[in-house]
């Protein structure tokens, strides 16, 4: 059995308490590896190592870090199949998922990065004759980056790519559920001429290696991507020590069908909002809203083609859904719908026939029939599960939608513009899609509103995350 290791100042370590924890295929229920249990005596390891890396690596030039990043960009495309794989057993997603949107993305994530850091530009400001003020850009320090399992390596490169490019080092800690792609990042990354220490992983907890990690001085900058509850713990574990913190959380995002929209095709939009990678995407949707003239007919072609979608092997080409990521999340899946079911939820589609001794399977389910004010309504379940109800008119559906603690994203079918736009505008969300989803450019800022996140990332915002503002001013 594999044994996973800690990357830290340049060498693969086992963690320091010897312990490691199974890493489960979800599809199968049998552990593919083993992931180290760390503690905080390893993160102090990898923090002193990105501590010590930082002045060399922060005062590189720009374009020279950048080389790197490229570098590491070819590398992944060369291993572009085996990353492919090994998400796919790790966290139950289709292979062809994983090709087509991960994999490709994690690509991007370097290329982009590398590209764009070199951009930015220093600027000055002349105050008459008698003093000129340098602005420059100067990266934080270490930085802690923490990721869920859901995009496993996707959701961390986004991290890495622009935290390197703007001149920090960096200690991962990507979720124990889900090690195998960093892991793999670590092995391409190992024989590059990085310098020692620029790049660390630690696997284990959240509680023995998150929580220390976040906490440590050393650590300057906190970059999150996870679960509310859990930002909120990181808030206070961090409060007081001044830290640069950008928290990406849960969501319960809304999806609106107008009356005008072509059936079929919104449909088949649908079925992907909703059911990607198992509703597992933090931008699906979980609460569909369909206006009452076309309610009936929307939802008998909705459920119809839900029924059809095959769940299987995530290894077979025609799976359109795989298992959930672990079996602690297949049944929080499940309890969530028995409750809306015990709450007064008609359940339109789904039903447990897959549900076996061995994977963690669970069909697409399509609940109605909720009072918009139950709690049901509010809370995330982050699986195939989406409740559809019908709305009369606009005023209505955006009182809905902003009727929850999260504003993460929202997506709305509509063929009048104007209406779309006006629906839009009233949205408390980070992004609001307009006849589309997922749709995804680096350029523009990601993140939420409300309980769904603070900060910003993509682009010129990552830019900004990643490094701090400095004068120099000089008398003339
Ligand atoms: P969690 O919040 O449970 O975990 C996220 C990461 O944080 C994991 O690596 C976890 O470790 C670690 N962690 C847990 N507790 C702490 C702590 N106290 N301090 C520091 N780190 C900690 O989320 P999930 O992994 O269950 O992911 C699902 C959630 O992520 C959903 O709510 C989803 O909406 C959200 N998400 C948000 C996105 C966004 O961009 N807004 C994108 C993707 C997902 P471990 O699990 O290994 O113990």
């Given amino acids: 059995m594999e044994k996973i290791k800690n990357y830290i100042n340049g060498q693969f370590v086992d963690p320091i308490s010897a312990l ?5 295929n979800p599809a199968n229920g049998e552990t593919i590896s083993l ?10 390891q990898a923090v002193q190592a990105a501590h010590e890396a930082f002045p060399a690596w922060s005062e590189m030039a720009v374009e020279k870090r950048c080389e790197y990043l490229l570098l590491i960009a070819d590398q992944i495309e060369e291993h572009f199949e085996e990353f492919a794989m090994l998400e796919t057993l790790d966290n139950g997603k289709p292979l062809w998922l994983s090709k087509k949107i991960d994999i490709p993305r994690v690509v991007e994530n370097f290329r982009f990065f590398a590209k764009y850091v070199p951009t930015v530009k220093a600027f000055s400001v002349r105050k008459g004759d008698k003093a000129l003020s340098q602005i420059t850009r100067m990266p934080v320090g270490v930085a802690a980056l923490i990721t869920p399992w859901n995009l496993p390596l996707y959701l961390l490169t986004w991290k890495i790519a622009p935290a390197l490019a703007c001149g920090n ?12 792609t960093a892991y793999f990042l670590a092995q391409i990354l190992d024989p590059l001429p990085l310098p020692k220490g620029v790049f660390n992983i630690v696997f284990g907890t959240g509680l023995d290696v998150g929580r220390p990690l976040v906490s440590h001085t050393d650590v300057k900058l906190v970059s999150f991507t996870g679960g509310t509850q859990t930002g909120k713990q990181i808030e206070k574990d961090i409060a007081g020590q001044c830290k640069k913190t950008s928290l990406e959380l849960g969501g319960k995002n809304a999806i609106v069908i107008a009356a005008d929209v072509d059936i079929d095709q919104t449909v088949d939009e649908l079925i992907k909002a909703s059911f990607l990678n198992q509703g597992q995407i933090c931008l699906c949707g979980e609460r569909v809203f369909i206006h009452a003239d076309i309610f009936a007919i929307f939802v008998e072609k909705f459920v119809h083609k839900t029924k059809k979608i095959i769940v299987g092997d995530p290894l077979h080409k025609t799976s359109f859904m795989g298992p959930l990521v672990s079996q602690d999340h297949w049944q929080k899946v499940r309890q969530c719908i028995a409750q809306r079911v015990k709450a007064g939820a008609k359940v339109l589609a789904g039903d447990e026939t897959l549900q076996n001794d061995k994977g963690y399977y669970l069909r697409p389910t399509i609940l109605s029939g909720l009072d918009q004010n139950h709690s049901c309504h509010t809370e995330e379940i982050f699986g195939p599960v989406v409740t559809v109800e019908p709305y009369q008119d606009e005023d209505e559906v955006v009182k809905m939608i902003n009727n929850s603690p999260y504003g993460l994203c929202a997506s709305i079918f509509c063929k009048d513009q104007d209406r779309a736009q006006m629906i839009a505008r009233k949205i408390r969300a980070g992004t609001v899609w307009i006849n589309c989803w997922l749709v995804r450019d680096l350029r523009v800022p990601f993140g939420g509103m409300k309980q769904s996140g603070i900060g910003r990332e993509g682009g010129q915002y990552s830019v900004d995350f990643y490094t701090e503002y400095k004068t120099i001013c000089t008398a003339l």
């Fill in 20 to 24: 490691w924890m199974p890493n489960i």
């Fill in 169 to 180: 080092t960096v200690v991962c800690k990507p979720s124990e559920v889900t090690p195998m």
């Fill in 35 to 44: 992931v180290p249990n760390s503690n905080a005596a390893d993160v102090d």
